[in-house]
């Protein structure tokens, strides 16, 4: 019995001590919710922040499609969306919000972990960039705004702003999201230092 105790303790300080493994373990797989176990700050409120005109739901409330998911046909967008794993749906057309719906007990005001949404607020952020001077071009190499990538691979001095936009790195990276502990992702996911992430 002590011998497993002490085995136990064994593991227990191993696995905290490599954080990956211990966050990975401990967390499984990425999740919508993960804003909770990630560190966060504090912005202040932007109190001239643009505001969307609100319009009816109507068009949608009565537009009667026909909709398929998993066999099984729909009459609405509300009942296709109540019945997928969808936290909120925004239509928006100009600065005027169509339609707007949450589901699964989410609201407007809840924080949510966005994934791969990042990706187009960072292309329209890059759009304003270049627009306000901040950036010169889509074909400007990486390294000139982001400096500690010129010490990293060589190949970073080729990658250009576009490329990124494209998602065209050519980083040989293994975007595998099985849970895997061990797996790239995870390193990338759960570690502490996404910089020092090297390409296979």
Known sequence: MKRLFFLIIIAITLLSSCTVLYRAVRYGSEDIDDHKIFPTYNFAENREKFHFVEASNELFDTLDVRWKYKDIEYHNLDSLLGNTSTRSFLVIRNDTILYERYFRGYKRDDISTVFSVSKSVTSLLVGIAIDEGFINDVKDPV???????????????????????????????????????????????YGRNQLAQKKR
Do not use: W
């Open 143 to 189: 390294v000139k705004y982001i400096s500690e990538l010129n010490t990293a691979d060589p190949m970073f001095q080729k990658l250009t702003i576009e490329h990124l936009l494209d998602m065209r790195s050519g980083i040989d990276f293994d975007e595998d999201y099985s849970f895997n502990p061990f797996s790239e992702i995870a390193r990338l996911y």
